[in-house]
């Protein structure tokens, strides 16, 4: 972790003057908008991820160019499908760049974070992911998150299931390969220490090996695991719940963010094995607070909305506050803006869709927390 990460007092922030001769990188192109970029998967394995995010950003940006835009500057944004892949991902950061970007909402999953921040770190581009969860995604100055961090998501489900009682045998199946399911399994198995029950099966798989769990599984079932914790994208989670049904092996799937998405968006799949699943996640689309973002999405899309699609929803929001409230405009470019937003996100608490008072510490992290999502009868509701 960096060392008094993007820490700007009042007088960095008088000596902006400065900085606009001087800001780090090379980029010092203006506009007359904000010209937002976006980057995600919106074709291949996790698409629902990528579509989510680039929705729930259009239909942001539309919302406010449609009330006269911020401080009466109107919004442009585009959109680069990486495919999950990093190298697509940074040539995706390079082409908005030259399209004009000069904030970046992006990317969608953590290790495309992590390769584009290295990128965006030297531009000084103020970079705001709506979903990366890795703390590795905010290493550098220029960058923060909007969703919950993979450490929290292990120690709050470690915690929820001991303070809920789920289950006094549990079993793990995590991807040793991924950045994502790594950081979230390491917490949860240092919180499990303290709490009332027991990892009875500790299992792991690879990117080149996750089509075949029947030996893991098998583990889990065979040590009476009575919950299996899933920290995984929804891609493989399909594929345990499924090979799990056919063993006749039935216990609570507790899974994390990455679960969502996994109600229609697997070919092949029998969304009625999810039934009954549970998993982390700051949102929930028939939540009170919820009501008319999920209409508005529904209207447009045609598709219930993901935790994706609110927590990009948050970040242009999120970016409108800041650039509200530190007095920002694009003619002020590049390296500016990103020393304005970074000094103001630090002062900033937002309440949104994906959650109420939410604030940033010096490292880039975003502080909220998650609620317990249950899928009951094909639909998320609130657990327990």
Sequence with gaps: MKNMK???????????????????????????????????????????????VRNGIELAVNEINENGGINGVPIEYKFEDDQTDNEKSV???????????????????????????????????????????????????NTFQVCFTDPSQGFGSAQYIGDHGLATKVAILHNSSDVYSTGIYETFVAEAA???????????FTDDSKTDFTVQLTKAKEAGAELLFLPMY????????????????????????????????????DTALAEGVVLLTPFAADAPEAVDFT???????????????????????????????????????????????????????????????????ESGEVNKYPKAMQIVNGSYTLFK
């Design 6 to 52: 993007k820490v700007l007092s009042a007088a960095l922030v008088a000596a902006m003057s400065f900085t606009m001769l001087t800001g780090c990188g090379n980029s010092n192109k203006t506009s007359d908008t904000w010209k937002f970029g976006g980057i995600g998967p919106a074709t291949g394995d996790y698409a629902a991820y990528g579509i989510g």
């Design 91 to 141: 040539n995706g950061y390079n082409a908005l760049k030259d399209w004009g970007m000069n904030v970046l909402i992006g990317s969608t999953t953590s290790g495309c974070s992590i390769a584009v921040a290295d990128v965006s770190s030297q531009d000084h581009m103020f970079q705001l992911t709506p979903s990366a969860s890795s703390i590795d995604a905010v290493k550098t100055d």
């Design 194 to 204: 303290n709490q009332p029950f027991e990892i009875v099966a500790d299992e792991a």
């Design 234 to 269: 929804y891609t493989e989670a399909a594929l345990i719940l499924t090979q799990a049904n056919t063993m006749d092996y039935a216990p609570i799937f507790f899974g994390v963010d990455g679960m969502d998405g996994i109600l229609g968006n697997v070919d092949g799949f």
């Design 295 to 361: 209409a508005a999405y529904e209207a447009a899309y045609g598709i219930t909305p993901n935790q994706f699609a609110a927590d990009a929803y948050d970040a242009v929001y999120i970016l409108k506050q800041l650039i509200e409230e530190s007095g920002a405009t694009p003619q002020d470019g590049i390296p500016t803006i990103c020393d304005k937003l970074t000094a103001q996100i630090l002062v900033t608490s937002f309440t949104g869709m994906t959650g109420e008072n939410i604030t940033w510490s």
